[in-house]
């Protein structure tokens, strides 16, 4: 018994330090969501930014936690990058109904991102659960109270993720959004360019 689990050790280690970013082959090539930017503009995902490797991560604003990582980390992959050429680096909120476009305005200003090739992403609550379906980010509402003002406050849970996409809107990785190294996501990103 022993002697097993000495010989699966290395093999359970791999298997958890590589799993910073899963291969996948995912063709959204054909995929049309309407969604809006943080300037009001109506704009296609992906098919408005096909001909460009995209940097898309999931996010909402309210998030008290790895959403501002996950937007940090979509920020300093810009950062990291010798030349981005021209990647487009997105975000798209699963909260439609508090994330309007002023709304995520302000939040990329927050994080100096209100400015190419940063494009932050909303849409009606329909498409955008198609969406988030389509790639599969899972959310769930985890608390809400009604406050004495009438406003509902709430927290979402949901899955850490960001995607690198191709310049023909194929998945190439599917990363761990708040966790994975940085160089890690810029090396395969580099290696699209």
Request: glycine letters at 6%; proline letters at 6%; a negative charge.
């Amino acid at each position: 018994m022993i002697r097993q689990l000495i010989f699966l050790l290395p093999v359970i280690l791999l298997i958890i330090f590589s799993g910073c970013s899963t291969p996948a082959m995912d063709d959204y090539s054909n995929d049309r969501f309407e969604l809006v930017n943080q300037d009001g503009e109506t704009v296609t995902f992906p098919g408005d930014f096909q001909g460009s490797p995209l940097v898309v991560g999931f996010i909402y604003t309210n998030c008290p936690d790895i959403c501002s990582f996950i937007t940090a980390n979509v920020g300093s992959v810009y950062e990291e990058m010798n030349n981005p050429g021209d990647t487009q680096f997105v975000l798209i909120t699963f909260d439609p109904q508090r994330d309007t476009p002023d709304v995520l305005k302000g939040y990329a200003g927050a994080f100096d991102m209100d400015r190419e090739p940063f494009h932050f992403l909303t849409g009606d609550a329909e498409t955008i659960e198609a969406l988030m379906e389509r790639v599969s980010v899972r959310t769930q509402e985890s608390y809400s109270k009604d406050l004495e003002n009438g406003e509902r406050l709430y927290f979402i849970n949901h899955s850490d993720k960001i995607l690198l996409i191709d310049q023909n809107s194929q998945l190439i990785f599917d990363y761990g959004g708040s966790m994975t190294p940085i160089p890690i996501i810029v090396e395969d990103l580099n290696k699209l360019l």
